[in-house]
Nanobody, 116 residues
Framework: QVQLVESGGGLVQAGGSLRLSCAAS????????MGWYRQAPGKQRELVAT???????NYADSVKGRFTISRDNAKNTVYLQMNSLKPEDTAVYYC??????????WGQGTQVTVSS
């Protein structure tokens, strides 16, 4: 079992930046991908970005060029740097860990609110 603890959410004005962090409770050995999903009110949960152990990244079209995912395998931590934030980025962001084709573990979520 892996517990994932997110931090870094909050309230920011449009155009601003936030950095989310997610620490895993144990070694992520055997976990080949970590990532972030988000869910806005009244909408389905959607993929934001993933990164494999080898450093291969995947982004939703809506965040390409604005968000950057990175992973520190030594610290069992994944980060999401979010720049040029828009009101439509407002959502609960969830950290995930698992395989490139889908997560096995989810964090509790952290709220990101972007004001216009």
């Amino acid at each position: 079992q892996v517990q994932l603890v997110e931090s870094g959410g909050g309230l920011v004005q449009a155009g601003g930046s936030l950095r989310l962090s997610c620490a895993a409770s144990r070694s992520t050995f055997g976990i080949n991908a970590m990532g972030w999903y988000r869910q806005a009110p009244g909408k389905q949960r959607e993929l934001v970005a993933t990164v494999t152990t080898g450093g291969i990244t995947n982004y939703a079209d809506s965040v390409k060029g604005r968000f950057t995912i990175s992973r520190d395998n030594a610290k069992n931590t994944v980060y999401l740097q979010m720049n040029s934030l828009k009101p439509e980025d407002t959502a609960v962001y969830y950290c995930t860990a698992g395989q490139p084709w889908g997560p096995n573990y989810w964090g509790q979520g952290t709220q990101v609110t972007v004001s216009s």
